[in-house]
């Protein structure tokens, strides 16, 4: 695979595989700020094969693909170093055909469907009382003491630890992970000061999304998960967001039960993950 170098690049591959498809087949991007993000931290690379071309984001553990296919040519199969996944959004009923079409390319690139994430969100109603910022706030109804605060830069790696220790391989934020604008991650810590959960989230104009909620397993069933997601929404609250999304495995139980009661509703958007069922080569 080769690095893609700048945005101006990526832009006049990705124009120029297009124009070689008769019906295209693709999940890049309509808004590629996420392009732009790879791109500046050197971890986007690209390759073309039979059926088209790939973009692979490095995310540290694994792959995150985005191809340009003709639904009429010959995939081949594809093969990666690490662990490799396709996100596909879809509204539930819509775009069937597509995914028909979508469907023998990934079995033929050697991808099967991993799991369905299910979009989950909060409308944020009224104005915030002004009780300042979110920080030093004792986590009502545990056993123990928990305070919640913004994580500093330096307890990233303490977040970054929690994360690969709790969390499904694809739901790992990459190794090089570190806040961006607009985002933050809230971590809950004991008495002595060692991280208990945490969760990330970032604020736009419109929603907020939050990811990665982790809680140490001997830390769990102390209402850190619920705090965690209450003072996340308050924040949006705060910033003016109109609204919090967050993605849920559909075999995850608990969690769209504990997101249910917590004002969340499934909109009807599914994201299918179809990853790579082997790799090297």
């Given at each position: 695979?080769?690095?893609?170098?700048?945005?101006?690049?990526?832009?006049e591959i990705s124009a120029e595989e297009k124009k070689k498809c008769?019906?295209?087949?693709?999940?890049?991007?309509?808004?590629?700020?996420?392009?732009?993000?790879?791109?500046?931290?050197?971890?986007?690379?690209?390759?073309?094969?039979?059926?088209?071309?790939?973009?692979?984001?490095?995310?540290?553990?694994?792959y995150r693909i985005m191809y340009i296919w003709d639904a009429a040519k010959e995939t081949g199969r594809l093969f990666f170093d690490k662990p490799?996944?396709?996100?596909e959004i879809n509204y539930l009923g819509k775009r069937d055909l597509y995914l028909q079409q979508l469907g023998g390319h990934l079995e033929t690139a050697g991808f099967g469907l991993y799991r369905r994430n299910l979009q989950v969100v909060k409308e944020l109603s009224g104005h915030a009382e002004d009780g300042g910022p979110l920080s030093d706030t004792d986590g009502g109804g545990s056993a123990d003491t928990i305070r919640y605060r913004l994580c500093t830069p330096?307890?990233?790696?303490?977040?970054?630890?929690?994360?690969?220790?709790?969390?499904?391989?694809?739901?790992i934020p990459a190794d090089h992970f570190r806040l961006t604008e607009g985002s933050a991650v809230m971590g809950a810590f004991t008495e002595n000061g060692e991280m208990a959960g945490c969760?990330?989230?970032?604020?736009?104009?419109?929603?907020?999304?939050?990811?990665?909620?982790?809680?140490?397993?001997d830390c769990k069933r102390k209402g850190i998960a619920s705090s965690l997601i209450g003072l996340w929404c308050e924040s949006a609250r705060q910033n003016g967001t109109g609204?919090?999304?967050?993605?849920?495995?559909?075999?995850?139980?608990?969690?769209?039960?504990?997101?249910?009661?917590?004002?969340?509703?499934h909109n009807g958007k599914v994201c299918l993950q179809y990853a790579a069922r082997q790799h090297g080569g």
């Open positions: 695979m080769e690095k893609i170098g700048s945005f101006e690049e990526f832009r008769g019906k295209l087949l693709t999940n890049l991007p309509v808004f590629p700020e996420t392009m732009r993000n790879d791109i500046e931290k050197g971890r986007l690379f690209f390759a073309e094969h039979p059926g088209g071309a790939v973009f692979a984001a490095d995310e540290g553990r694994y490799a996944v396709i996100d330096e307890e990233m790696e303490q977040a970054g630890t929690l994360w690969k220790s709790s969390l499904d391989l694809f739901d969760q990330w989230w970032q604020h736009g104009r419109r929603n907020s999304e939050g990811r990665h909620t982790a809680v140490r397993e609204s919090c999304y967050t993605w849920i495995a559909d075999t995850n139980t608990p969690s769209l039960k504990l997101y249910e009661k917590m004002g969340f509703r």
